[in-house]
Protein backbone atom coordinates (compact mmCIF):
# COMPACT_ATOMS: atom_id res chain seq x y z
CA UNK A 1 0.00 0.00 0.00
CA UNK A 2 0.94 3.54 -0.96
CA UNK A 3 1.10 6.89 0.89
CA UNK A 4 1.03 9.44 -0.97
CA UNK A 5 1.77 13.25 0.55
CA UNK A 6 -0.54 15.39 -1.00
CA UNK A 7 1.50 16.50 -4.26
CA UNK A 8 2.29 12.97 -5.19
CA UNK A 9 -1.47 12.19 -4.93
CA UNK A 10 -2.04 14.95 -7.75
CA UNK A 11 0.27 13.29 -9.68
CA UNK A 12 -1.17 9.53 -9.11
CA UNK A 13 -4.59 11.06 -9.72
CA UNK A 14 -3.50 12.75 -13.38
CA UNK A 15 -1.56 9.35 -14.19
CA UNK A 16 -4.24 7.12 -13.34
CA UNK A 17 -6.47 9.07 -16.61
CA UNK A 18 -3.12 7.99 -18.65
CA UNK A 19 -4.80 5.14 -20.54
CA UNK A 20 -7.92 6.94 -21.58
CA UNK A 21 -8.78 6.18 -24.69
CA UNK A 22 -9.87 9.81 -25.93
CA UNK A 23 -6.81 12.00 -25.89
CA UNK A 24 -8.95 15.57 -25.71
CA UNK A 25 -11.32 13.89 -22.63
CA UNK A 26 -7.65 12.64 -21.23
CA UNK A 27 -6.23 16.14 -21.46
CA UNK A 28 -9.64 17.66 -19.79
CA UNK A 29 -9.68 15.22 -16.91
CA UNK A 30 -6.19 15.80 -15.61
CA UNK A 31 -6.44 19.48 -16.12
CA UNK A 32 -9.28 19.35 -14.26
CA UNK A 33 -7.79 17.28 -10.87
CA UNK A 34 -5.27 19.83 -11.42
CA UNK A 35 -7.22 22.64 -10.83
CA UNK A 36 -9.54 20.94 -8.11
CA UNK A 37 -6.62 19.89 -6.39
CA UNK A 38 -5.02 23.22 -6.23
CA UNK A 39 -8.10 24.78 -4.95
CA UNK A 40 -8.37 22.43 -2.13
CA UNK A 41 -4.84 23.25 -1.45
CA UNK A 42 -5.12 26.63 -2.10
CA UNK A 43 -8.14 27.44 0.28
CA UNK A 44 -7.23 24.62 2.93
CA UNK A 45 -10.93 23.07 2.69
CA UNK A 46 -12.64 21.90 5.27
CA UNK A 47 -14.47 18.25 5.65
CA UNK A 48 -17.50 21.27 6.25
CA UNK A 49 -16.88 22.78 3.55
CA UNK A 50 -16.35 20.16 1.49
CA UNK A 51 -19.73 18.30 2.43
CA UNK A 52 -21.34 22.13 1.85
CA UNK A 53 -20.16 21.83 -1.67
CA UNK A 54 -21.33 17.97 -2.48
CA UNK A 55 -25.10 19.30 -0.51
CA UNK A 56 -24.74 22.31 -2.67
CA UNK A 57 -24.30 20.25 -6.38
CA UNK A 58 -26.66 17.53 -5.30
CA UNK A 59 -29.08 20.16 -5.16
CA UNK A 60 -28.17 21.65 -8.42
CA UNK A 61 -28.86 18.40 -10.13
CA UNK A 62 -32.29 17.68 -7.62
CA UNK A 63 -33.53 20.71 -9.39
CA UNK A 64 -33.11 19.94 -12.76
CA UNK A 65 -35.62 18.74 -15.11
CA UNK A 66 -36.91 18.23 -18.85
CA UNK A 67 -37.57 22.20 -18.63
CA UNK A 68 -35.18 23.30 -15.86
CA UNK A 69 -31.45 23.54 -15.82
CA UNK A 70 -29.85 24.67 -12.52
CA UNK A 71 -26.51 23.34 -13.88
CA UNK A 72 -26.82 25.70 -16.88
CA UNK A 73 -27.65 29.00 -14.68
CA UNK A 74 -24.74 27.91 -12.09
CA UNK A 75 -22.51 27.96 -14.87
CA UNK A 76 -23.99 31.44 -16.14
CA UNK A 77 -23.95 32.88 -12.69
CA UNK A 78 -20.19 31.73 -12.46
CA UNK A 79 -19.02 33.76 -15.51
CA UNK A 80 -18.39 30.07 -16.73
CA UNK A 81 -20.79 30.18 -19.93
CA UNK A 82 -19.27 33.68 -20.87
CA UNK A 83 -16.01 32.56 -20.72
CA UNK A 84 -16.41 29.47 -22.71
CA UNK A 85 -18.19 31.78 -25.32
CA UNK A 86 -15.25 33.74 -24.95
CA UNK A 87 -12.81 31.29 -25.97
CA UNK A 88 -14.74 29.66 -28.43
CA UNK A 89 -15.45 33.33 -30.31
CA UNK A 90 -12.30 35.20 -30.11
CA UNK A 91 -12.07 36.40 -33.65
CA UNK A 92 -15.23 37.54 -34.85
CA UNK A 93 -14.24 39.26 -38.54
CA UNK A 94 -17.35 41.16 -38.19
CA UNK A 95 -19.85 38.22 -37.11
CA UNK A 96 -22.68 39.30 -34.69
CA UNK A 97 -21.45 39.24 -30.94
CA UNK A 98 -22.65 36.03 -29.22
CA UNK A 99 -23.82 35.78 -25.62
CA UNK A 100 -24.81 32.73 -23.47
CA UNK A 101 -27.94 30.65 -24.35
CA UNK A 102 -29.11 30.31 -20.90
CA UNK A 103 -31.57 28.01 -19.05
CA UNK A 104 -34.56 28.72 -20.78
CA UNK A 105 -34.28 27.79 -24.35
CA UNK A 106 -36.49 24.78 -23.71
CA UNK A 107 -37.85 23.79 -27.45
CA UNK A 108 -41.32 24.24 -29.09
CA UNK A 109 -40.16 26.90 -31.57
CA UNK A 110 -42.75 26.57 -33.89
CA UNK A 111 -42.45 28.15 -37.24
CA UNK A 112 -44.53 31.17 -37.11
CA UNK A 113 -45.46 33.62 -39.79
CA UNK A 114 -43.98 37.21 -40.22
CA UNK A 115 -45.43 39.38 -38.31
CA UNK A 116 -47.39 37.35 -35.86
CA UNK A 117 -48.01 38.37 -32.66
CA UNK A 118 -45.67 36.16 -30.30
CA UNK A 119 -47.13 37.37 -27.29
CA UNK A 120 -50.81 38.06 -27.93
CA UNK A 121 -52.13 36.96 -24.85
CA UNK A 122 -49.66 39.21 -22.53
CA UNK A 123 -50.43 42.41 -21.40
CA UNK A 124 -47.35 45.04 -21.65
CA UNK A 125 -46.44 47.72 -24.24
CA UNK A 126 -46.49 46.71 -27.93
CA UNK A 127 -43.24 45.87 -29.80
CA UNK A 128 -42.62 45.79 -33.84
CA UNK A 129 -39.38 43.85 -34.18
CA UNK A 130 -37.69 43.99 -37.25
CA UNK A 131 -34.49 42.25 -38.51
CA UNK A 132 -32.45 40.59 -40.99
CA UNK A 133 -30.12 38.26 -41.68
CA UNK A 134 -26.94 38.34 -43.79
CA UNK A 135 -23.25 37.41 -44.14
CA UNK A 136 -20.24 39.28 -43.28
CA UNK A 137 -20.14 40.43 -46.75
CA UNK A 138 -24.04 41.88 -46.09
CA UNK A 139 -25.09 39.27 -48.54
CA UNK A 140 -28.94 38.49 -47.14
CA UNK A 141 -29.58 34.77 -45.94
CA UNK A 142 -32.94 33.04 -47.22
CA UNK A 143 -34.39 30.56 -45.49
CA UNK A 144 -32.86 31.02 -42.42
CA UNK A 145 -34.51 29.77 -39.11
CA UNK A 146 -34.28 32.10 -36.39
CA UNK A 147 -35.39 31.09 -32.46
CA UNK A 148 -36.78 33.56 -30.59
CA UNK A 149 -37.51 33.77 -26.95
CA UNK A 150 -38.16 36.27 -24.50
CA UNK A 151 -39.67 36.62 -20.53
CA UNK A 152 -43.14 37.82 -19.96
CA UNK A 153 -44.25 41.27 -18.56
CA UNK A 154 -43.73 39.60 -15.23
CA UNK A 155 -39.89 38.36 -15.68
CA UNK A 156 -40.57 34.73 -16.10
CA UNK A 157 -40.29 32.55 -19.41
CA UNK A 158 -43.36 30.33 -20.20
CA UNK A 159 -41.63 27.54 -19.32
CA UNK A 160 -41.56 28.52 -15.54
CA UNK A 161 -45.49 28.75 -15.76
CA UNK A 162 -47.24 25.66 -14.72
CA UNK A 163 -49.51 26.71 -17.58
CA UNK A 164 -47.06 25.59 -20.01
CA UNK A 165 -47.79 22.07 -20.04
CA UNK A 166 -51.52 22.80 -21.39
CA UNK A 167 -51.15 25.87 -23.19
CA UNK A 168 -47.67 25.34 -24.79
CA UNK A 169 -45.76 27.89 -25.48
CA UNK A 170 -45.29 32.00 -25.56
CA UNK A 171 -43.21 34.45 -25.92
CA UNK A 172 -41.37 31.95 -28.29
CA UNK A 173 -41.24 30.97 -31.61
CA UNK A 174 -39.17 30.73 -35.07
CA UNK A 175 -39.00 32.92 -38.10
CA UNK A 176 -37.82 31.83 -41.36
CA UNK A 177 -36.06 34.55 -43.50
CA UNK A 178 -37.25 35.45 -46.35
CA UNK A 179 -35.67 35.83 -49.95
CA UNK A 180 -34.23 39.32 -48.37
CA UNK A 181 -33.23 38.00 -45.42
CA UNK A 182 -35.82 39.64 -43.38
CA UNK A 183 -37.85 38.33 -40.68
CA UNK A 184 -40.55 40.59 -38.30
CA UNK A 185 -42.74 39.88 -35.69
CA UNK A 186 -45.23 41.57 -33.00
CA UNK A 187 -44.48 41.21 -29.18
CA UNK A 188 -44.13 42.99 -25.81
CA UNK A 189 -41.58 45.39 -24.62
CA UNK A 190 -39.20 42.67 -22.13
CA UNK A 191 -38.88 43.84 -18.98
CA UNK A 192 -35.73 42.98 -16.55
CA UNK A 193 -36.24 39.77 -14.64
CA UNK A 194 -34.65 37.89 -11.36
CA UNK A 195 -33.11 34.27 -12.41
CA UNK A 196 -35.12 31.67 -10.29
CA UNK A 197 -34.31 31.96 -7.04
CA UNK A 198 -36.04 29.21 -5.27
CA UNK A 199 -33.34 27.31 -6.13
CA UNK A 200 -29.89 26.41 -4.56
CA UNK A 201 -28.13 28.78 -7.33
CA UNK A 202 -30.60 31.58 -6.81
CA UNK A 203 -30.54 31.29 -3.31
CA UNK A 204 -26.40 31.36 -3.38
CA UNK A 205 -27.00 34.31 -5.39
CA UNK A 206 -28.75 36.07 -2.61
CA UNK A 207 -26.70 34.88 0.30
CA UNK A 208 -23.85 36.46 -1.24
CA UNK A 209 -25.54 39.56 -1.51
CA UNK A 210 -25.32 40.02 -5.54
CA UNK A 211 -28.64 40.94 -7.21
CA UNK A 212 -29.95 38.29 -9.38
CA UNK A 213 -31.38 40.63 -12.09
CA UNK A 214 -30.33 40.10 -16.26
CA UNK A 215 -31.23 43.13 -17.86
CA UNK A 216 -34.10 43.05 -20.35
CA UNK A 217 -33.62 41.27 -24.10
CA UNK A 218 -34.51 39.27 -26.67
CA UNK A 219 -33.16 36.20 -27.00
CA UNK A 220 -32.20 34.76 -30.83
CA UNK A 221 -30.68 31.88 -32.59
CA UNK A 222 -29.71 31.96 -35.78
CA UNK A 223 -29.14 29.07 -37.51
CA UNK A 224 -28.23 29.43 -41.41
CA UNK A 225 -27.23 25.96 -42.76
CA UNK A 226 -23.05 26.58 -43.36
CA UNK A 227 -23.13 29.46 -41.11
CA UNK A 228 -21.74 29.21 -37.14
CA UNK A 229 -25.17 29.07 -35.27
CA UNK A 230 -25.41 32.56 -33.99
CA UNK A 231 -26.57 32.19 -30.14
CA UNK A 232 -27.01 35.60 -28.71
CA UNK A 233 -29.41 38.15 -27.38
CA UNK A 234 -30.67 41.91 -28.42
CA UNK A 235 -30.60 43.71 -24.88
CA UNK A 236 -32.58 46.94 -24.60
CA UNK A 237 -30.62 50.07 -23.94
CA UNK A 238 -31.12 52.20 -20.70
CA UNK A 239 -32.15 49.15 -19.30
CA UNK A 240 -31.31 49.88 -15.14
CA UNK A 241 -29.27 46.28 -14.51
CA UNK A 242 -27.64 46.70 -18.42
CA UNK A 243 -24.16 47.22 -16.34
CA UNK A 244 -24.25 44.45 -13.65
CA UNK A 245 -26.01 41.47 -15.68
CA UNK A 246 -25.53 38.34 -12.94
CA UNK A 247 -24.62 36.27 -15.77
CA UNK A 248 -22.63 38.71 -17.04
CA UNK A 249 -24.01 38.43 -20.65
CA UNK A 250 -23.95 42.08 -22.31
CA UNK A 251 -21.95 43.13 -24.87
CA UNK A 252 -21.94 46.61 -25.89
CA UNK A 253 -22.92 45.69 -29.68
CA UNK A 254 -25.96 43.86 -28.60
CA UNK A 255 -27.76 46.80 -26.67
CA UNK A 256 -30.78 48.18 -29.20
CA UNK A 257 -32.13 51.38 -28.99
CA UNK A 258 -35.94 50.53 -28.78
CA UNK A 259 -37.66 53.60 -30.38
CA UNK A 260 -41.38 54.61 -28.83
CA UNK A 261 -43.60 55.28 -31.97
CA UNK A 262 -46.80 56.72 -32.18
CA UNK A 263 -47.22 55.96 -35.85
CA UNK A 264 -50.64 54.71 -36.50
CA UNK A 265 -49.23 52.42 -39.15
CA UNK A 266 -46.74 49.46 -38.58
CA UNK A 267 -44.01 49.13 -41.06
CA UNK A 268 -45.24 46.25 -42.16
CA UNK A 269 -48.77 48.75 -43.18
CA UNK A 270 -50.69 47.03 -40.32
CA UNK A 271 -52.36 49.70 -38.48
CA UNK A 272 -51.17 50.21 -34.67
CA UNK A 273 -54.03 50.54 -32.03
CA UNK A 274 -51.40 52.75 -29.79
CA UNK A 275 -48.34 53.79 -29.04
CA UNK A 276 -45.77 50.71 -29.19
CA UNK A 277 -42.12 50.87 -29.87
CA UNK A 278 -39.54 49.35 -32.65
CA UNK A 279 -36.34 47.30 -32.64
CA UNK A 280 -34.38 46.86 -34.99
CA UNK A 281 -31.35 44.90 -35.42
CA UNK A 282 -29.27 43.14 -37.89
CA UNK A 283 -27.66 39.81 -37.57
CA UNK A 284 -24.58 38.90 -39.49
CA UNK A 285 -23.05 35.38 -38.98
CA UNK A 286 -19.82 33.72 -40.58
CA UNK A 287 -19.26 30.98 -42.32
CA UNK A 288 -19.03 27.54 -40.50
CA UNK A 289 -20.81 24.71 -39.17
CA UNK A 290 -20.86 23.06 -36.11
CA UNK A 291 -24.62 22.16 -34.12
CA UNK A 292 -26.92 24.50 -32.83
CA UNK A 293 -27.35 23.56 -28.64
CA UNK A 294 -29.92 21.83 -28.49
CA UNK A 295 -33.42 21.92 -26.43
CA UNK A 296 -33.59 19.99 -23.16
CA UNK A 297 -34.09 17.11 -23.65
CA UNK A 298 -33.52 16.83 -26.99
CA UNK A 299 -30.19 16.00 -28.84
CA UNK A 300 -28.61 18.63 -31.08
CA UNK A 301 -29.52 18.91 -34.53
CA UNK A 302 -28.62 21.15 -37.40
CA UNK A 303 -32.09 22.11 -37.84
CA UNK A 304 -32.76 23.28 -34.13
FE1 LIG B 1 -33.30 35.53 -20.91
Redesign the pocket.
Known sequence: MTQFNDTELTAAVIKSFEQTPNSRARFLLQELVKSLHDYVRKTDLSFEEWDTAIGFLTRTGQKCTDIRQEFILLSDVLGVSMLVDAVNHRDRDGATETTVL?P?YVGEHKVTPHGSDISADLSGERMFVQSRVTDLGGKPLAGVPVDV???DQDGF?DSQRPSYATDGPSSRARFVTDADGRFHFRTIVPCS?PIPTDGPVGQMIMQTNRHPM?PA?V?FLVNARGYEPLIT?VFVEGDKYIDSDVVFGVKDELIARVEKRTDPVMPDGKPADGPWHLMTYEFHVKPGGGLAPAPLGTKATEDA
Open positions: GFWHAYYRHHH
